[in-house]
């Protein structure tokens, strides 16, 4: 009896500790190697509300209860005809999810969320992605302000949305033809799905954390820059041939040696440039990491640049690990460059790298 009553206690221990690690997202578990691993290991960790624990108490009491749901629909069938419309229904201080709905169809509208608008998703229909395109270029507007969508406000989640800078491409000659597509700003946001398209500066990773996974971004120059501290996850990075300038992927602006940074992990390279590199110092002290990344034929045997600025090579933090492709190989990299080992490149391997644990969670599901 006393040894079924132990074999008993075991095995009730046992099943509450695979229970813990079933509702706790853990930001030190490793993201494996093998992609077809990914999905399960973030479907792990990245726990619904009613299975997670730890996180921010304002995200909890945001998402407890259903959340309001409107449609915007180009035909007049929804509750609003344009993107802008909807999110300007939100009052200020708004403390509950809303999800707007956007249905099929391309929006030409410049689509601003404000930073007192947290908790908002804008969620694209999955079998009809709609298009937001706006032709907003840095002479107009400055850069970072020439976005077609810039969110502001923390929380914010964008699932099946494609985010357009529909302005001509820079040719070299035209000043402040730079037009970015996405600028996040606002803390702890998430994009499922989406496609950002553009040129030179497409998306603005701005600043907070954020979180990238089954995306699409192409550009020709510098089209992922920023300050925001991401992780990237199976996301395709198209690089585009330009003429007129270095193809250039990042270009990331940590400005101290703290702080962000950009971590890319079971993505994918291609496009029909030559020679573009992974990044350039921009800012002095710039981190980049690419990890378990497929390099397509498309990047340079140098890899990146400082810029023209070699008193930057001590300073910047660019790190690949164990990534494939035919750009993979490592021969002929420039120095500066890091060959991470497996204990440097595991704090950009998990959700720890942008505090995952106290904010994410798996895209919605809304019943329209």
């Avoid at 510098?222 to 330009?242: K, Q």
């Avoid at 400005?255 to 940074?261: F, I, K, R, V």
């Avoid at 921009?282 to 390099?295: C, E, H, R």
């Avoid at 494939?324 to 704090?347: E, I, Y």
Wanted: with cysteine; glycine share 10%; net charge neutral.
């Amino acid at each position: 009896m006393a040894q079924k009553l132990t074999c008993a206690l075991v095995l009730l221990v046992v099943a509450l500790i695979a229970t813990n690690n079933i509702v706790n997202a853990d930001d030190n578990v490793q993201i494996p190697y093998q992609k077809g691993q990914l999905n399960s290991w973030f479907n792990g960790n990245v726990r619904p509300l009613s299975a997670s624990k730890g996180l921010d108490p304002a995200l909890v009491a945001a998402e407890t209860g259903p959340a309001k749901v409107v449609k915007v629909a180009k035909d007049g069938s929804g509750d609003f005809k344009t993107v802008q419309e909807a999110i300007n229904s939100v009052p200020s201080g708004n403390s509950k999810r809303v999800i707007i709905y956007v249905g099929g169809g391309e929006y030409h509208e410049k689509v601003t969320i404000d930073r007192s608008k947290p908790f908002i998703t804008l969620y694209g229909s999955p079998t009809n992605m709609p298009t937001i395109s706006y032709a907003g270029t840095a002479a107009q507007y400055g850069t970072v302000d020439s976005a077609t969508l810039i969110v502001g406000s923390d929380y914010f989640v964008g699932v099946n949305l494609i985010i357009k800078n529909s302005a001509p491409r820079p040719d070299g000659i035209r000043k402040g033809a730079q037009a970015v597509a996405l600028r996040a700003s606002g803390n702890k946001a998430t994009f499922y799905k989406c496609k950002l398209l553009g040129f030179q500066d497409t998306l603005c990773d701005d600043r907070g954390f954020h979180l990238f996974k089954d995306c699409y971004i192409e550009g020709t120059v510098d089209f992922i820059f920023g300050s925001g501290t991401s992780l990237y996850l199976n996301t395709e990075l198209h690089v585009i041939s330009d003429p007129t300038m270095e193809s250039v992927i990042t270009a990331q602006a940590r400005q101290s040696a703290d702080g962000t940074g950009f971590s890319f992990v079971h993505c994918t390279i291609t496009g029909n440039a030559k020679d573009a590199v992974l990044g350039r110092a921009w800012m002095p002290n710039a981190k980049v990491i690419f990890a378990y990344t497929n390099l397509g034929g498309v990047i340079s045997p140098q890899g990146w640049s400082d810029n023209m600025h070699p008193e930057r090579d001590n300073t910047v933090f660019f790190g690949e690990y164990q990534n494939t492709g035919a750009s993979a190989n490592d021969d002929g990299r420039v120095d500066f460059v890091k060959t991470l080992n497996d204990a440097q490149a595991k704090p950009y391997l998990t959700l720890g790298f942008i505090q995952g644990s106290k904010w994410l969670l798996p895209p919605p599901n809304p019943q329209v």
